[in-house]
């Protein structure tokens, strides 16, 4: 789904479960009619059991819950957390269940990887922020650094419909009054889906560099872009705009960094400037052109996102939205980030030649191999009223 622009709406940036964790939590204990909540990832953890907290308070006060959650993200949840919630009325849904094949998760593609919350059809939250303690500083070394927004405004009567479509909400619940002007901000929703929307976040992406005139700065963690986001970057900086990418510098998988290396001597050839991130993994998925357009989303920059999975973006035009987020990057920038030095590889030209052409061929044709990966039509499953049995399986965190 690509909705239509909407003005009258208030944003509030929220970076890092500090931020994200308490206004969300708030949000659900006053809930008085409705919550919708999707997620990739649900982890048993300090996160995962104050949520479950929330949500049960809110049930046994009469609101009407709506949870779906990732088959491959949240594989582990136990019988018990998740049949309290369905015995207190919750409906809860899982995103593609697949049983595991001698202990191992086979289920990897196609997952749904949004993260939104919508809450008596009057705030929203959308972003990159999973339901796990990683998303908190005090998990040490490995915690995530990762942004979400908070909407106010009649954008959120947009992302409530689309949640509920998603989730699959009875169509005979009462909706509740659209909800009135509450800023100056203008939103849309942007969505990723396997039939209908299979490169909306990428199409306004490459719309939004592609009319740059002063800056470009990206934030991605996962960062592996289709040709076309890659020719947009490099021209928009071939005109003089500063283009500048933040990646990860101490990745939670080691590969993630190895791919976006690949890239890094293509971009910088044509003045793009990459800043690693060192201080722990990046997690956010966000982006602010010029002085007025931003985007804070579930979408990373990668073949998995881009071509596979289900996302969702917010793609703001206001001036002091993008201001602050802009002036949270510049601090990574500046306190927390290593600049990529330009190399000139005056002996191995050769190899860094061939090296970029065998990327770049894969790069111009990964869509079309995703079109042929397997495209099954995935399940939402219930989970039944009452305790659930289920059987431990072996976990391992997850990333998204």
């Not at 500046?334 to 030209?349: D, I, M, P, S, Y």
């Amino acid at each position: 789904m690509s909705s239509r622009w909407t003005g009258g709406n208030d944003a509030r940036l929220l970076e890092n479960g500090e931020e994200f964790f308490p206004a969300v939590f708030e949000a659900i204990r006053n809930a008085r009619r409705e919550v919708i909540l999707e997620t990739f990832i649900v982890f048993e953890d300090k996160v995962g059991k104050e949520l479950h907290a929330a949500l049960l308070d809110a049930a046994t006060r009469g609101v009407q819950i709506d949870v779906m959650v990732d088959g491959f993200g949240s594989s582990d949840l136990s019988g018990e957390y998740l049949g309290a919630l369905t015995g207190a009325g919750v409906r809860v849904r899982t995103f593609d269940p697949t049983s595991r094949l001698f202990g191992v998760r086979v289920n990897v593609l196609r997952r749904m990887h949004r993260k939104i919350v919508v809450v008596d059809g009057e705030r929203a939250f959308v972003g990159g922020i999973n339901y796990s303690a990683d998303h908190l500083a005090d998990f040490g070394p490995q915690a995530k650094q990762d942004y979400a927004v908070e909407l106010r405004g009649p954008i959120v009567d947009e992302i409530r419909q689309f949640a509920r479509t998603a989730i699959g909400v009875p169509a005979a619940r009462r909706q509740p009054a659209r909800s009135a002007p509450a800023g100056d901000v203008e939103a849309l929703l942007v969505t990723r889906d396997n039939i209908d929307h299979p490169n909306d976040i990428e199409r306004h992406y490459r719309a939004a560099i592609r009319s740059a005139r002063k800056s470009v700065l990206i934030a991605n963690a996962y960062f592996f872009p289709g040709y076309r986001l890659l020719r947009e970057m490099r021209r928009a900086a071939r005109r003089g705009v500063d283009v500048q990418l933040i990646l990860q510098g101490e990745p939670d998988m080691p590969i993630v960094k190895t791919a976006a290396a690949l890239l890094y001597e293509h971009l910088q050839r044509a003045g793009v400037q990459i800043h690693e991130y060192c201080k722990r993994p990046l997690h956010g998925k966000v982006a602010v052109v010029d002085e007025h357009w931003a985007t804070v989303g579930s979408s990373n920059l990668d073949p998995l996102s881009l071509s596979l999975n289900l996302e969702a973006n917010v793609v703001l035009r206001d001036r002091a939205f993008a201001q602050h987020l802009r002036g949270r990057l510049e601090h990574l920038i500046a306190h927390e980030c290593t600049q990529v030095k330009h190399l000139e590889h005056t002996g191995w030209r050769w190899w860094v030649n061939l090296r970029s052409a065998v990327v770049f061929h894969v790069l111009r044709r990964f869509p079309g191999w995703a079109s042929r990966l397997p495209r099954h039509r995935p399940t939402l499953a219930a989970c039944e009223p009452g305790p659930i049995e289920m059987s431990p399986s072996p976990g391992g965190r997850r990333v998204g």
